[in-house]
T-cell receptor
Framework: ETGVTQTPRHLVMGMTNKKSLKCEQH?????MYWYKQSAKKPLELMFV???????ENNSVPSRFSPECPNSSHLFLHLHTLQPEDSALYLC????????????????FGPGTRLTVL | DAKTTQPPSMDCAEGRAANLPCNHS???????VYWYRQIHSQGPQYIIH???NNETNEMASLIITEDRKSSTLILPHATLRDTAVYYC??????????FGKGTLLTVNP
């Protein structure tokens, strides 16, 4: 247990569906992250939220829409996905100092295994 | 952030020490060396990090060379549950962790 939970753990959806992934951290951290891990590829950073503000969007297609209502919760809203979006989606959190960009330790959740049919 | 080079795979006998090397010859002065591991289909797990000095915690030891151009992660008594992909990451100028392909460590009985 890392203190970061993700639901659901597995999700199968059609290309016309709308679904959401949820992440919750119980560590009191102020930054949260979404990563994507496709088969046989390294983890790719998708979004970063720092103090609830989105500070990073790594050229992610608009069919992925993140939401961070507070520092403990992070969502990834999915709509009209493609089969190539099938992957393991990982959430992480960390504690960052305000105004600094010093690298920190990130704690990851177990991931959501997404399959798009 | 500086790039890292790791062997794609390594084997280790159960109970023996596992020494995982990492080259980071372009590391800059304020960049840390981080090690994470990922057991199959699970989220990455933080292991240890360091800047200049060697570090030790309950999971592993990190040995950083004096010129900081390479480091070694040491698992003192590897178990079967240590079989995983181990990532060496260099960062410090920002909060990003750039994962490479890592080293697949297989611990054999």
């Amino acid at each position: 247990e890392t203190g970061v939970t993700q639901t659901p753990r597995h999700l199968v959806m059609g290309m016309t569906n709308k679904k959401s992934l949820k992440c919750e951290q119980h560590l009191g951290h102020n930054a949260m992250y979404w990563y994507k891990q496709s088969a046989k590829k390294p983890l790719e950073l998708m979004f970063v939220y720092n103090f609830k503000e989105q500070t990073e969007n790594n050229s992610v297609p608009s069919r992925f829409s993140p939401e961070c209502p507070n520092s403990s919760h992070l969502f990834l809203h999915l709509h009209t996905l493609q089969p190539e979006d099938s992957a393991l989606y990982l959430c992480a959190s960390s504690q960052l100092g305000r105004g600094t960009r010093v690298a920190d330790t990130q704690y990851f959740g177990p991931g959501t295994r997404l399959t798009v049919l | 952030d500086a790039k890292t080079t790791q062997p794609p795979s390594m084997d280790c006998a159960e109970g023996r020490a596992a020494n995982l090397p990492c080259n980071h010859s372009t590391i800059s002065g304020n960049e840390y060396v981080y090690w994470y591991r990922q057991i199959h289909s699970q989220g990455p797990q933080y292991i240890i990090h360091g800047l200049k000095n060697n570090e030790t915690n309950e999971m592993a030891s990190l040995i950083i060379t004096e010129d900081r151009k390479s480091s070694t992660l040491i698992l003192p008594h590897a178990t079967l549950r240590d079989t995983a992909v181990y990532y060496c990451i260099v960062g410090g100028s920002n909060y990003k962790l750039t994962f490479g392909k890592g080293t697949l460590l297989t611990v054999n009985p």
